[in-house]
């Protein structure tokens, strides 16, 4: 799992209303009609839910500590997408009290391994990996119109691609899944609609359409690209190359927080029944 560095989120609440417009000329849909369509719900009817929530961030110096910026980009994100946010002052345990002091209804706290989205309500868990595998699936469906009966390369068998492997399938496609270690592949096996192959050029030449949530780069190159190939990547760093990306950028999603923290927040908005 790749640790983000401020460089990768540095520039992305300056540009969100930008890449807002860019997914809608993608897909159809702005970053919260995303991630609604993510947990099958539409953005109007999550609108209520907003005024009803209130996050507090907390900085967590676990581990590695904290990434110069990351509490602000991901409260940059929420309050972009309409929700009440702030950032506790204090860090850990002490910011959670300071959460809760100042009437947070959710806590979302992140470490190198995990960052969560808590209802502290409901004790509902919205997980930033699996939320970001969703989220990606729903923009590929909505910039492919449908993905019934369509076959899906995947590209990386972590928490980002089982969460992906969830949703694909639950929209009907067919998933080949490539991973070059064989031990997260094992709860990919008894997945129905799934399939594990043997090598990456395997994954991308029987699919339709590629998802990309490996930790290398250069996975998916200019000569991948068909006339109809379309691209999920939230890998970090992108596994498109450069030239690939000048050739056929257009038809290609990629972002390294916003997509995963929005269907977070649609995960939070819908509620425990619907996880
Ligand atoms: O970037 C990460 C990990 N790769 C987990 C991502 C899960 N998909 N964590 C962020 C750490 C943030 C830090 N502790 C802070 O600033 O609070």
Do not use: W
Not at 32 to 47: E, G, P, S
Not at 72 to 85: N, P, S, W
Not at 123 to 147: E, R
Not at 177 to 189: G, H, I, T, W
Request: with cysteine.
């Amino acid at each position: 799992m790749t640790r983000l560095a401020e460089q990768d989120i540095c520039y992305i609440v300056e540009r969100l209303e930008r890449y807002d417009k860019i997914l809608r000329d993608k897909t159809g849909g702005g970053l919260m009609d995303i991630a609604a369509f993510a947990v099958d719900a539409a953005a109007a009817d999550l609108r209520a839910a907003k005024a009803k929530q209130k996050i507090g961030i907390v900085p967590v110096t676990a581990g590695q500590g904290i990434i110069g910026g990351f509490s602000d980009t991901v409260r940059g994100i929420l309050a972009f997408l309409g929700a009440q946010v702030f950032v506790t002052k204090a860090t850990d345990v002490a910011g959670l009290a300071e959460a809760t002091a100042n009437g947070a209804t959710a806590v979302f706290i992140a470490d190198d391994q995990t960052c969560s989205l808590i209802d502290l309500r409901t004790g509902q868990v919205a997980d930033n990996s699996l939320s970001t595998g969703k989220g990606f699936a729903a923009a590929l469906a909505m910039q492919a119109g449908s993905l019934q009966g369509k076959s899906v390369g995947l590209l990386g068998a972590g928490p980002v691609g089982y969460g992906a492997a969830q949703a694909l399938t639950a929209r009907g496609a067919h998933v080949y899944v490539y991973d070059c270690q064989a031990e997260p592949l094992r709860k990919f096996s008894s997945m129905d609609g799934v399939a594990v192959v043997d090598s990456a050029a395997a994954a991308l030449a029987q699919s339709d359409y590629y998802f990309e949530a490996t930790t290398a780069s250069a996975t998916i190159q200019v000569n991948d690209f068909c006339a109809t190939t379309l691209v999920a990547a939230p890998g970090v760093p992108l596994g498109v190359t450069a030239e690939a990306m000048k050739c056929y950028g257009s038809r290609v999603i990629s972002d390294t927080l916003e997509i995963g923290v929005a269907t977070m927040l649609a995960v939070l908005l819908k509620g425990k029944q619907t996880t």
